[in-house]
C-alpha cells in the first residue's frame, strides 16, 4: 500500500514568486492535513480537509491557501513568496474525519531565495 | 491556551542506557497524546497514539509511553536504546475528536553514543 506523497520533494523559488505543492493520501484516506516545518517555529497547523471542505485552518496569513479534490488529492498554494517560507512542508492523511493517528509523507522542502 | 512542551531540546544517551523523553501539555480535560520521530529529511512516523484507557500504552520500535493526568504529562520510554533510534522525537495533542489538528512540541532531538 503506497504511502503519502508529495510533489515535488524539493523546490527554489524567487521572493515574490508563487508556489504549489502536491500531496496524493494514502488509497481510501479521506482527510488531509498540512503542516509547516521551520527550525524556528517547529512543526505548525496549517490546513485540514476532508471530503473537499476546509475544516481547520491555522494562523496563516492568507498568501497560504489549499484545496482537495474529488479524489482526495491535495493541494497547497503560497503566493507573493518571502524569504521565511522557506521550510519543510508535511502533509499527512488520515481515513477518517476525526482524531486519529495521522501518516505524513516525506514533505516538500522549499527554498524561497 | 493549549499548548505542549518538551522540555528538553536535545539528549544524549549510551547505547543499551534506558531512555525517557518528556513531554506536558497544557489543557483542561484529556486531549489525545502522540508521540512521533523524525529521521533528518524524512517525514515524521507515528510511533504510538493514547486515547483513552489503558495509561501504558505500547509503540513500535521498543517504545511505550505513560499517561499521567495529574501530571498533565505523556513521557516516552524505551529500556534499551540502539544506535538507530537517532532522530528527533516530537510529541503531538488533538484537543477535539473532531478535527485532525494537532499542536506539536518543539522536538527532543536525541543523541546516541556507541
Known amino acids: 500500500k503506497a504511502g503519502v506523497t508529495q510533489t515535488p520533494r524539493y523546490l527554489i523559488k524567487t521572493r515574490g514568486q508563487q508556489v504549489t505543492l502536491s500531496c496524493s493520501p494514502i488509497s481510501g484516506h479521506r482527510s488531509v492535513s498540512w503542516y509547516q516545518q521551520t527550525p524556528g517555529q517547529g512543526l505548525q497547523f496549517l490546513f485540514e480537509?476532508?471530503?473537499?471542505?476546509?475544516?481547520n485552518k491555522g494562523n496563516f496569513p492568507g498568501r497560504f491557501s489549499g484545496r482537495q479534490f474529488s479524489n482526495s488529492r491535495s493541494e497547497m498554494n503560497v503566493s507573493t513568496l518571502e524569504l521565511g517560507d522557506s521550510a519543510l512542508y508535511l502533509c499527512a492523511s488520515s481515513a477518517g474525519q476525526g482524531i486519529s493517528g495521522y501518516t505524513f509523507g516525506s514533505g516538500t522542502r522549499l527554498t524561497v531565495v | 491556551a493549549q499548548s505542549v512542551t518538551q522540555p528538553d531540546i536535545h539528549i544524549t544517551v549510551s547505547e543499551g542506557a534506558s531512555l525517557e523523553l518528556r513531554c506536558n501539555y497544557s489543557?483542561?480535560?484529556?486531549?489525545?497524546l502522540f508521540w512521533y520521530v523524525q529521521s533528518p529529511g524524512q517525514g515524521l512516523q507515528l510511533l504510538l497514539k493514547y486515547f483513552s484507557g489503558d495509561t501504558l500504552v505500547q509503540g513500535i520500535k521498543g517504545f511505550e509511553a505513560e499517561f499521567k493526568r495529574s501530571q498533565s504529562s505523556f513521557n516516552l520510554r524505551k529500556p534499551s536504546v540502539h544506535w538507530s533510534d537517532a532522530a528527533e522525537y516530537f510529541c503531538a495533542v488533538g484537543f477535539s475528536s473532531n478535527t485532525g489538528k494537532l499542536i506539536f512540541g518543539q522536538g527532543t532531538t536525541l543523541q546516541v553514543k556507541p
Open positions: 480537509y476532508f471530503s473537499e471542505t476546509q475544516r
Open positions: 489543557y483542561g480535560a484529556t486531549p489525545y
